[in-house]
């Protein structure tokens, strides 16, 4: 008798439910329009990031120019009409600035925080005024993006291979450099003095092996000194003849109680500065420098992409001095001469003067060139006689 009202009870329940529902739908039912009433809206997007060139330094006004716009906002994928790469001079500038155009519709698709990269080629018109130094991007907020460098000329790859001697490890024969352009200098900056302090620590041996009559002492100085502490140098002995042998090695012990004076142990610090010094055509600009196997007594390869620019090019630079390209290796930073400041002044000229009047080494210079899609091949054997003949009137004149 329960399971008869059970089941009569459950279609009475299920009725309500079933008017509800149908009072809540529509014919309508389903995906919410992306634009109320099916307008239209056009506008403007935005892009926040952009490169030049895959971010390269210098442009060629006959190459073509790589716009690439990161970070585009164009409210969803489908809503992209275009992008319109709008250009105006502005002093030495010429300013690219992209619109993104946006047109939104009814239609449903993804819409990411940000577009995929989107790249741009465009030739540059090769007359354009030659007070045009600089090729700049900016957003919509006129903000300044990214930027490069505008020249006319063309790029030329130099790859050296200099023989670095031996003689450059010896701080007594410096300066020293190697021969003509490109040449390697190294130059004694300074000298700081240094004191260490240490003393000596018994050893006692608990297993002799050989009697031998005559013994010797065997001090065991470190490899390295600390200048914060004072060092136990273990004093040891050993047979005076070669052919004995006066302990184990592991068969020492040290006695900490048995410790002598305190000594003093002098030392100074040599600080000493590489140079990659090159003269190169007036005007030039070092754009690319690299250098690898800095090993001395063994041939040290450069890689220089230089821009050697036109007749009609007003730029310069930059570079260390007008027609000279100076790179400190020691710290990899170029050596830039700055007109304002006298110090920068003073020291670039000093540095010329003693790479000018340095001893010369034996060296041996191999170039490659490469200017655009032709390669040449000239290998330059160096004269050494008048450089081993300079090395030995400096080494009798001491």
Request: include cysteine; charge should be negative.
């Amino acid at each position: 008798m329960k399971r008869k009202s059970a089941f009569f009870l459950f279609p009475i329940l299920l009725f309500p439910l079933m008017v509800l529902f149908a009072g809540c739908s529509h014919d309508g039912d389903g995906p919410l329009d992306v634009m109320p009433g099916g307008e239209v809206v056009e506008g403007n997007g935005f892009f926040r990031g952009a490169t030049l060139d895959s971010g390269k330094s210098l442009h060629l006004i006959s190459d073509t120019l790589y716009i690439t716009l990161s970070k585009i906002w164009s409210f969803s994928n489908c809503s992209l009409t275009s992008i319109d790469l709008d250009e105006h001079y502005e002093d030495s500038q010429i300013v690219i600035s992209p619109k993104v155009n946006i047109k939104v519709n009814t239609d449903d698709c993804p819409a990411p925080m940000y577009r995929p990269d989107t790249t741009f080629k465009k030739v540059l018109d090769k007359d354009i005024p030659s007070e045009l130094t600089d090729i700049v991007v900016k957003n919509d907020t006129d903000s300044l993006i990214t930027s490069i460098k505008l020249r006319r000329g063309k790029i030329v790859t130099d790859t050296f291979r200099i023989f670095v001697d031996s003689a450059f490890a010896v701080m007594d024969s410096l300066p020293l450099r190697t021969k003509e352009s490109p040449s390697v200098l190294r130059v004694l900056d300074s000298i700081t003095p240094q004191k260490f302090y240490w003393r000596t620590l018994r050893a006692n041996c608990t297993r002799r092996v050989d009697k031998c009559g005559d013994v010797v002492a065997d001090t065991l100085y470190p490899d390295s000194w600390r200048l914060d502490d004072t060092v136990l140098v273990p004093v040891r002995y050993a047979c005076a003849s070669a052919d004995s042998m006066y302990c184990l090695k592991d068969k020492w012990e040290y006695d900490s109680t048995s410790l002598g004076k305190v000594k003093v142990r002098l030392d100074t610090v040599w600080h000493t500065n590489w140079y990659y010094i090159e003269k190169i055509p007036k005007c030039a600009w070092v754009e690319t420098f690299r250098y690898s196997n800095f090993v001395l007594g063994e041939k040290m390869t450069f890689l220089r992409l230089m821009f050697v620019p036109d007749e009609n090019e007003i730029s310069c630079g930059p570079s260390t001095k007008m027609d000279y390209f100076v790179y400190n290796i020691s710290t990899n930073f170029l050596v830039l001469e700055n007109k304002d400041d006298e110090d920068n002044v003073n020291f670039v000229d000093s540095l010329f003067a003693v790479w000018k009047s340095a001893t010369i080494a034996r060296d041996t210079v191999v170039i490659d060139t490469v200017v655009q899609d032709t390669v040449v091949r000239d290998s330059v054997k160096r004269d050494t006689t008048k450089a081993d003949s300079l090395h030995a009137e400096k080494k009798g004149s001491k």
